[in-house]
């Protein structure tokens, strides 16, 4: 359906076929373009702190698996204080995210086929002196860099945005320093080649070279989420 964009006096905008056939008066138009954006909003999934259209995952671009295990990373949650020292495998409700996988495989009646996924953890140390807005924009610039790319599932960071987005990431979380000025950040990727991918672009290269500048310690750690046939068992590994 094109847009007749031509204004008449005293018309309103009109709808038409290609054909030019069947208009639509604005009520109807109205009425239209919000189903239009309602069918798109149900495939766009939030999956950082970042909400606006760019940030956001569309579901379309997965296939089933990284589609489910996309959604289920919507309910992760950080189970303690010591989440910038503490080990991975214990920060964060695992268990419930793989019954989510479970639930949705079983929703869409899917068989699912089991897959790894590349984890990243970036531990980090900030100094007084940094600025955590500086951080902020950095932080997004590469999130919606990191989107664009492709394959990239969660972003976990607690509270204070800092540079996982900016070295490699489906799902996105990060921290709040703790009193040291220890945080860590996380990025779930459909894979350790989307990832590379995602970290190649001027808003990650930005992000790179400031953090020896705004960080006094940080390390990347690699790990492999393992979802088994119909989810029937799931680990956590060093990615080797």
Same mark, same amino acid.
């Given at each position: 359906?094109?847009?007749?964009?031509?204004?008449?006096?005293?018309?309103?905008?009109?709808?038409?076929?290609?054909?030019?056939?069947?208009?639509v008066t604005d009520s109807t138009q109205g009425v239209l373009i919000s189903k239009a954006?309602?069918?798109?909003?149900? $495939?766009?999934?939030?999956?950082?702190?970042?909400?606006?259209?760019?940030?956001?995952?569309?579901?379309?671009?997965? #296939?089933?698996? /990284?589609?489910?295990?996309?959604?289920?990373?919507?309910?992760?949650?950080?189970?303690?204080?010591?989440?910038?020292?503490?080990?991975?495998?214990?920060?964060? /409700?695992?268990?419930?995210?793989?019954?989510?996988?479970?639930?949705?495989?079983?929703?869409?009646?899917?068989?699912?086929?089991?897959?790894?996924?590349? !984890? !990243?953890?970036?531990?980090?140390?900030?100094?007084?002196?940094?600025?955590?807005? $500086?951080?902020?924009?950095?932080?997004?610039?590469?999130?919606?860099?990191?989107?664009?790319?492709?394959?990239?599932?969660?972003?976990?960071?607690?509270? !204070?945005? /800092?540079?996982? /987005?900016?070295?490699?990431?489906?799902?996105?979380?990060?921290?709040?320093?703790?009193? $040291?000025?220890?945080?860590?950040?996380?990025?779930?990727?459909?894979?350790?080649?989307?990832?590379?991918?995602?970290?190649?672009?001027?808003?990650?290269?930005?992000?790179?070279?400031?953090?020896?500048?705004?960080?006094?310690?940080?390390?990347? #750690?690699?790990?492999?989420?393992?979802?088994?046939?119909? !989810?029937?068992?799931?680990?956590?590994?060093?990615?080797?």
């Amino acid at each position: 359906m094109a847009i007749q964009h031509q204004v008449l006096q005293g018309a309103v905008p009109v709808f038409t076929t290609p054909v030019g056939k069947a208009t639509v008066t604005d009520s109807t138009q109205g009425v239209l373009i919000s189903k239009a954006l309602r069918d798109e909003a149900k $495939d766009l999934l939030i999956i950082s702190p970042y909400t606006e259209r760019e940030h956001l995952l569309d579901l379309k671009s997965l #296939d089933m698996e /990284n589609a489910i295990l996309a959604q289920a990373l919507s309910h992760l949650k950080c189970l303690r204080p010591d989440y910038a020292t503490a080990p991975y495998i214990d920060i964060f /409700n695992w268990g419930e995210i793989i019954e989510q996988v479970k639930r949705l495989a079983q929703q869409e009646e899917h068989s699912w086929k089991g897959r790894s996924f590349f !984890v !990243v953890a970036f531990r980090s140390q900030i100094p007084p002196t940094t600025v955590y807005e $500086d951080l902020g924009t950095l932080d997004k610039a590469a999130h919606a860099e990191a989107i664009s790319s492709g394959g990239f599932l969660k972003y976990v960071s607690l509270r !204070v945005a /800092n540079a996982c /987005n900016a070295l490699t990431k489906i799902r996105y979380w990060f921290g709040s320093p703790d009193k $040291d000025g220890k945080n860590l950040a996380t990025c779930v990727w459909r894979s350790q080649e989307d990832a590379r991918k995602g970290g190649i672009g001027p808003a990650h290269r930005r992000a790179a070279t400031a953090a020896r500048d705004l960080y006094s310690h940080w390390k990347i #750690d690699r790990h492999r989420l393992i979802i088994h046939d119909n !989810v029937e068992s799931w680990e956590i590994t060093d990615w080797a």
